[in-house]
């Protein structure tokens, strides 16, 4: 019998590791997990008071890394601690960044994929901000691709989850998509 609960929630979230550049021109990047594809070009993230929230309004552009598996340590450290108190977080925790050839922002090296973004509209709503951004273009090393596409397998991409606090690894494919529920026509 299923129990009754007063909240709900959806789980689970991506985590994204968002890349800025502050007024200086220092890299900086951030864990959000409210974010996703809301459309085939388009993303969208919903952010609180963040220096990456300050950066994103004044630069108008952005990058988006998944976090994986192999930097899981160092994509939650970015997440936990303030690049306004502490603004070397990326080299403290062993991440590099190279600049976009697309859009005002870094790339972070340790993170096999990034999608380079720029924003389309800011929503401030219930004190939070909704950057929706167009994505104009990813980076992704040959080592997570296969046959020219990214492989989630190679790329171990981690989830936020929601109810256990913690991060899982996406896993197997479970079936194809439009074609495992082909067996009931």
Request: aromatic share 6%; hydrophobic share 40%.
């Given at each position: 019998?299923?129990?009754?609960?007063?909240?709900?929630?959806?789980?689970?979230?991506?985590?994204?590791?968002?890349?800025?550049?502050?007024?200086?021109?220092?890299?900086?990047?951030?864990?959000?997990?409210?974010?996703?594809?809301?459309?085939?070009?388009?993303?969208?993230?919903?952010?609180?008071?963040?220096?990456?929230?300050?950066?994103?309004?004044?630069?108008?552009?952005?990058?988006?890394?998944?976090?994986?598996?192999e930097q899981i340590a160092a994509?939650?450290?970015?997440?936990?601690?303030s690049g306004n108190k502490v603004?070397?977080?990326?080299?403290?925790?062993?991440?590099?960044?190279?600049?976009?050839?697309?859009?005002?922002?870094?790339?972070?090296?340790?993170?096999?994929?990034?999608?380079?973004?720029?924003?389309?509209?800011?929503?401030?709503?219930?004190?939070?901000?909704?950057?929706?951004?167009?994505?104009?273009?990813?980076?992704?090393?040959?080592s997570v691709l296969t046959d020219?596409?990214?492989?989630?397998?190679?790329?171990?991409?981690?989830?936020?989850?929601?109810?256990?606090?913690?991060?899982?690894?996406?896993?197997?494919?479970?079936?194809?998509?439009?074609?495992?529920?082909?067996?009931?026509?």
């Amino acid at each position: 019998m299923k129990q009754s609960f007063e909240k709900g929630f959806i789980t689970p979230h991506p985590v994204l590791i968002l890349g800025t550049y502050d007024e200086n021109g220092t890299p900086d990047a951030m864990n959000a997990a409210w974010g996703g594809q809301i459309a085939g070009n388009q993303i969208a993230v919903s952010l609180s008071s963040h220096k990456t929230t300050d950066n994103i309004r004044r630069n108008k552009e952005f990058t988006v890394a998944f976090a994986t598996a192999e930097q899981i340590a160092a994509c939650d450290y970015v997440g936990i601690v303030s690049g306004n108190k502490v603004p070397d977080k990326l080299a403290k925790c062993g991440l590099t960044v190279t600049k976009s050839d697309k859009v005002n922002a870094p790339v972070i090296d340790q993170l096999p994929v990034t999608i380079e973004c720029k924003v389309t509209a800011l929503q401030e709503e219930f004190g939070e901000t909704r950057v929706v951004a167009e994505i104009v273009g990813m980076k992704a090393e040959e080592s997570v691709l296969t046959d020219g596409k990214v492989d989630l397998g190679k790329l171990h991409p981690v989830v936020f989850d929601t109810v256990g606090l913690c991060y899982r690894v996406v896993g197997d494919s479970v079936g194809g998509a439009w074609s495992v529920g082909k067996q009931f026509d």
